[in-house]
Every structure is written in structure tokens, then in C-alpha cells.
């Protein structure tokens, strides 16, 4: 019988194994023993707790999705200027956060999407994250753009994050925060003009 308190203990550690093993060898040969072996556990504990490798897989990102949507809401709620821009930008900032943009979290994110296109599970998940980030740029768009131009703009600024991200993902060097940055905000400028 597993001890009183371990589970988020044991969920936690072989979450970050299962990062350190796509990091280190991809999603197709991290293997349930290499993620157990990685987190010093036997292969059994995987299954108790997340059933199969896609379960192993879908709480990572689960992972993964909570600290990008507390890196948005850190930067949120410390804006001092409520403005639609401010708050624009800090959901820009947020998808380039740290957390989003090492190498474990981009290798995982590419590993998810591309098998979230065959695994139902995985697909809900993304579109939860579609949407979530469509919502929040769409919301802030709106207080002063008309509705469909600031569908449009979350739009277009939704394909210009995830783009940067996925270029600066595939370039095989670091990834040049600054840079996504300005360019995102150089589009936020051109759709908000003097409006915000």
C-alpha cells in the first residue's frame, strides 16, 4: 500500500521524468521503463498512476498547460495599468514565459501535438488550449475594437504566438524570447493603433 501523501509526490516526479526523457530522446523511444528508470521507480508505478503511456503523456501536458496559464495569470493580475494592451501584452508574455520555452516543455508540446491529432483525449485538450488563449485575446481585443475586427486580431495574433513558437521550437538553437516578443508586440501595435 502506497504511503499517505505520495501521490502528488509520485505524480509530480514522474511527470518531470517523462520531460527529461522526451528532452533527451523523444516521445516515440521514451519508453515506460526509461521514464521509470529516469524517476528511480519501478514500471508498475506508472501504470498505478496514469494507466499507459498516454495517460503519463496527457498529465504532462496537463503540466504544462497550468504553468503557461499561471505564467498569463501572474502577469495579469501584477499589471498596474489595466488597459487592453497591458493586458495584451502580459498574454503575450506569458506564452514565451520560461516555462514555455525550455527545451523539455517545447520538445513535449511538439510530441503532444502531433500525437493529439490521433488521440481523442489529447485533441480536447487542445482544443481547451485553442480556445483558452482565442478567449483571452479576443476579450481584450474587444474593449476597443469592433467585434469582428477584434476576432480577427485574436485571431491573427493567436497563428503569430504559436508560430514563433513552433520556428523557435524547429530552429535547433535557443529560443530567442526577445525576439518573439517584439514582433508580437509589433503586430498587438498595428491592430490596436491609437485605439488602446
Request: aromatic residues 6%; positive net charge; charged residues 20%.
Amino acid at each position: 500500500m502506497p504511503k499517505v501523501g505520495m501521490q502528488p509526490i509520485r505524480r509530480s516526479q514522474l511527470i518531470a521524468a517523462t520531460l527529461q526523457a522526451v528532452d533527451q530522446v523523444g516521445m516515440s523511444d521514451a519508453s515506460i521503463a526509461y521514464i521509470a528508470k529516469l524517476a528511480g521507480v519501478s514500471n508498475g508505478i506508472i501504470s498505478h498512476y496514469f494507466q499507459d503511456k498516454n495517460g503519463l503523456l496527457e498529465a504532462t501536458m496537463r503540466h504544462l498547460m497550468l504553468a503557461l496559464s499561471d505564467a498569463v495569470r501572474s502577469r495579469r493580475s501584477a499589471l498596474k495599468d489595466n488597459s487592453p494592451r497591458a493586458h495584451l501584452r502580459a498574454i503575450i508574455d506569458g506564452n514565451f514565459d520560461d516555462s514555455q520555452v525550455n527545451g523539455p516543455a517545447m520538445k513535449t508540446w511538439l510530441a503532444f501535438w502531433a500525437s493529439s491529432m490521433h488521440q481523442p483525449s489529447l485533441q480536447r485538450l487542445q482544443r481547451v488550449n485553442d480556445h483558452r488563449l482565442y478567449s483571452n485575446l479576443c476579450g481584450q481585443f474587444r474593449r476597443v475594437l469592433p467585434q469582428e475586427r477584434a476576432r480577427t486580431a485574436a485571431r491573427g495574433m493567436a497563428s503569430l504566438i504559436d508560430g514563433l513558437w513552433l520556428r523557435g521550437a524547429l530552429s535547433g538553437e535557443g529560443f530567442d524570447t526577445a525576439e518573439a516578443l517584439n514582433i508580437a508586440y509589433d503586430y498587438l501595435d498595428m491592430q490596436l493603433g491609437d485605439a488602446a
